[in-house]
């Protein structure tokens, strides 16, 4: 039986995409080829690639001027090629250090120019997203993480900045509409709302091409994969397909809009009974509450193996929480459904009732 799963990623994927892709490796669509088999020049690929691109155009509403790209390497990867590509040795980047991520990329970043963290909420286990903080008017760009996987804290709006911004949207792309024109830069690994691991989407306004004046590795220069349109050397084929996939499954379901409107109640559900159930209780600040990674701690400590160990019965994986924050830890990606939250809701209240007797 299929498990509810929880996992922060790689992540569950809609049910039609691991059918649809499954088949692809036996024979893509009737051409007696698996999708494992066949060029990355070919006709057939081209096609994948070209509808992945317009997709993602179309259902994050992309304005004229910004190119879409799939790099290797994940997010973590980009935490370096950014600053490579954009910042210049003398320029400074500024941070907003929300979680183990923003951390990362901020000292990837000093090895290509100067960095600033303008605000940290690091003194609160990361349990907030600072708000006031105070932007350098001449630094290059403002780097921000729209959703703390780990520490389950999100930025909601997409707010106007004096400097460019730069946001890792790794773990809630394509879970809301976002307004990218007050982006200069998104990135994305695939793993958690877009495909299976293996590719990281860039959208980066195009007349940030060749904006840092060092010289570059081919491999390592944004210019060349836009001028090959992310095909100078061999991409993820099959990773590139599962996002396809994906994306065709977002967009019949009504998009980022209904996405948005479905994550919002799987969240609200489990929110709710962590505030009412008296054995847990949240991690987040309630007004920094993420959709897409809940947190949540038993507030007896020997509570917390027992209730990972309780949940097995009911076929719920994925449910730890990372080893610095402790408890648990639910992913709620688009793909979840939210019969796999109300399964969760039931054994925290099974696991209630089961230990006042
Ligand atoms: C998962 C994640 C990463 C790391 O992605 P990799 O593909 O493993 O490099 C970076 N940032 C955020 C916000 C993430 O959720």
Not at 154 to 179: G, K, L, N
Not at 223 to 232: G, Q, R
């Amino acid at each position: 039986m299929k498990k509810y799963n929880f996992g922060a990623g790689p992540s569950i994927l809609p049910q039609e995409v691991f059918e649809q892709s499954a088949q692809a490796c036996l024979d893509y669509n009737g051409i007696g080829l698996s999708l494992l088999e066949i060029s990355h020049r070919s006709k057939e690929f081209e096609a994948i690639l070209e509808e992945t691109i317009t997709l993602t155009k179309a259902l994050l509403n992309i304005p004229t001027g910004y190119q879409v790209l799939f790099l290797q390497g994940g997010a973590n990867m980009q935490f370096a090629m950014i600053p490579y590509n954009i910042l210049n040795e003398e320029e400074t980047a500024n941070f907003v250090e929300t979680d183990l991520w923003s951390t990362r990329a901020e000292e990837e970043a000093r090895l290509y120019g100067k960095t600033k963290i303008i605000a940290s909420s690091k003194d609160a286990n990361f349990n907030y997203v600072p708000k006031d903080f105070i932007i350098d008017s001449d630094a290059a760009y403002l780097h921000l993480t729209s959703n703390n996987t780990i520490y389950g804290t999100a930025f909601f709006e997409d707010q106007s900045y004096p400097i460019p911004v730069v946001c890792d949207m790794s773990s809630d792309i394509f879970s809301r509409p976002v307004d990218v024109s007050k982006y200069h830069l998104i990135y994305a690994g695939a793993q958690k709302n877009l495909g299976c691991a293996g590719i990281t989407m860039v959208i980066l306004k195009k007349e940030w091409l060749g904006r840092s004046k060092r010289p570059k590795s081919k491999m390592w220069d944004y210019s060349i994969y836009a001028k090959n349109n992310s095909l100078y050397n061999t991409p993820p084929v099959f990773t590139i397909y599962t996002c396809l996939l994906t994306l065709r499954w977002l967009k019949k379901l009504g998009g980022v809009e209904e996405m948005k409107k479905r994550n919002k109640a799987k969240a609200a559900l489990l929110y709710q009974e962590i505030d009412r159930n008296p054995l847990f209780r949240g991690h987040a600040a309630v007004e920094d509450r993420s959709r897409m990674n809940i947190n949540f701690i038993a507030n007896d400590p020997e509570h917390e193996a027992a209730f990972l160990e309780f949940v097995n019965s009911y076929n719920i994986h994925g449910l730890k929480g990372y080893r610095t924050v402790g408890g648990f830890r639910a992913s709620c990606y688009n793909a979840l459904p939210i019969e796999s939250v109300e399964v969760l809701v039931k054994a925290m209240q099974d696991f209630e009732n089961k230990s006042s007797k």
